[in-house]
């Protein structure tokens, strides 16, 4: 079927005019252009969700329905302030998923988080900037919450990537602004492979006219200022003990404490931000900005769910994040969890990883649960159960060493539209912990520590939220049969007992 339709397509597109099929998705900063055709780029979408009619009906109601209210109003109001304007410009050039949940949010908030996000994105593009001595890049890291308080301050001392895709592959890299070298290379349009150590043009552009969000960051309130420098503060000292070889032997995290310390300061402390926003705009209480603990929890889940995610990517950075603690106990080198001949190990390492990071879901449930402005619920939940979903993904799925797994646009899409109140959100993650649960491998060695993490969020619900009154379906079918989920556990246990007994 899949097939007959690509055909389908390419007969479509000949008959299409070609100004039509010749329009590109271009960027709100001016000059980015993306090269695939719309219509191409929204038929795969429909395409990969074919056998998921729900991701077609969610996909359709998403692109045509009316923006939402808060965003059409942020549109107003930076139409007439050209250094907000650039402001949100470089939030969608950098982040497209972050500057749409931003953008929705009241506006009692939505310029301070648009401020701290664009402000921590400087801040980690100089930490990946591999190009700079180490000196000055310790000296940035750790000075960079004084930065921010300079007027005119930008920043153009780095090599970086400009990425420009040509025909099927032909990509243009590695433009060095000292040399003005431009490298041309070929290399397949799947490939992973690093065009060089430096930041992509879109994030180097950001701190070419830095100057223009520190403009904006200094005309917040002082106590917006205030929170925001103090995590720079934190992350900025964070990233550079890292930098100087501090918790990590050569490029790799040795310890598990060290990796939940990396993901601390590169997403818990995110966390603290913003529960430290939320309660300074007066749309949540003092107690979101409190809990401290379960804060960090929500940063770390997204963190570490990610660097699972990007093991590939990672390894051909030259960089290792899966802290060795863990990958020692199945391989001797890292780069063998990718390698023939190792799949059953590989399997029960990436389990472990997965284990490691469904001790932080019941936290991030319990600070989800406290949320009461409607805007900040959806910009908190949003990537939560995006993570969930990635999570279950990666799950034994050792195409995690092949190539970086995404979930489908369509799934995304659905998440996002059901994402909306606690009784959808638990209903989504008990939907993504039944799918992990049915996969967990009785010879897997972690078998039993996973049945019991699930346990456990499963325990939670049922104490904290009895009567949750769920709506999203079809996720509400894995979460009014939390029976089959606990039997799917027990099954197993049994299953483990009885092959130990022959």
């Not at 549109?75 to 304007?85: G, L, R």
């Not at 180490?134 to 090599?159: A, C, M, V």
């Not at 040795?254 to 529960?275: P, Q, T």
Request: proline share 4%; hydrophobic share 45%; glycine share 4%.
């Amino acid at each position: 079927m899949k097939l007959y339709l690509n055909r389908l397509l390419i007969r479509i597109s000949a008959r299409v005019p070609r100004k039509l099929w010749t329009i590109t998705q271009t960027h709100r900063l001016k000059g980015e252009i993306i090269s695939l055709p719309l219509f191409s780029t929204m038929l795969n979408t429909l395409l990969a969700s074919l056998r998921h009619p729900a991701e077609i009906e969610a996909l359709l109601k998403y692109k045509f329905s009316p923006p939402n209210t808060n965003f059409n109003r942020n549109k107003k109001i930076i139409a007439n302030n050209p250094t907000k304007k650039k402001c949100y410009d470089f939030l969608f050039l950098t982040s497209r998923s972050f500057a749409a949940v931003i953008a929705e949010l009241d506006d009692e908030l939505r310029d301070a988080v648009c401020l701290f996000y664009l402000i921590l994105r400087g801040l980690d593009t100089i930490e990946d900037d591999m190009t700079l001595p180490l000196p000055r890049k310790t000296e940035l890291l750790r000075s960079f919450h004084k930065i921010i308080y300079q007027r005119g301050w930008n920043f153009d001392e780095s090599e970086y990537t400009l990425l420009f895709w040509v025909g099927h592959g032909v990509i243009a890299r590695g433009f060095n602004r000292v040399t003005h070298g431009l490298l041309l290379s070929h290399v397949p349009t799947t490939s992973t492979t690093p065009t060089t150590d430096g930041p992509n043009e879109k994030d180097r552009v950001l701190l070419v006219d830095y100057q223009v969000v520190i403009d904006e960051f200094l005309a917040l309130k002082p106590a917006f200022q205030t929170v925001i420098a103090d995590i720079a503060h934190k992350m900025g000292d964070g990233m550079a003990d890292y930098a100087n070889g501090e918790h990590r032997v050569n490029t790799a995290i040795e310890k598990i404490s060290d990796f939940d310390l990396y993901c601390h300061y590169v997403a818990g402390l995110v966390g603290y931000g913003l529960s430290d926003l939320f309660a300074v705009s007066g749309l949540e209480s003092a107690e979101v900005a409190n809990s401290k603990k379960i804060s960090n929890s929500m940063g770390q889940f997204l963190q570490k769910t990610n660097i699972i995610r990007d093991y590939l990517e990672d390894l051909v950075d030259g960089r290792q994040f899966w802290p060795r603690e863990i990958w020692a106990n199945y391989v001797e080198d890292f780069a063998d969890l990718s390698k023939p001949g190792f799949e059953v190990k590989a399997q029960a390492c990436l389990s472990a990883m997965v284990l490691n990071v469904l001790e932080h879901v019941p936290d991030c449930l319990v600070y989800l649960s406290q949320l009461r402005n409607q805007s900040v619920f959806n910009f908190c939940a949003i990537p939560q159960v995006m993570a969930i979903a990635t999570l279950a993904l990666v799950f034994n799925n050792l195409e995690v060493y092949r190539r970086n797994v995404k979930i489908r646009k369509g799934e995304a899409v659905r998440l996002i539209l059901a994402s909306t109140n606690m009784g959808n959100v638990v209903a989504i993650f008990r939907y993504y912990l039944y799918d992990i649960s049915g996969k967990n491998d009785p010879l897997d060695p972690n078998f039993m520590k996973i049945s019991i993490a699930i346990g456990k969020i499963e325990q939670w619900i049922e104490t904290n939220m009895p009567q949750t009154n769920v709506v999203a379906k079809p996720y509400s079918a894995a979460a009014s049969s939390s029976h089959l989920l606990l039997l799917a556990i027990l099954a197993g246990v049994f299953g483990v007992l009885y092959s130990r007994l022959q």
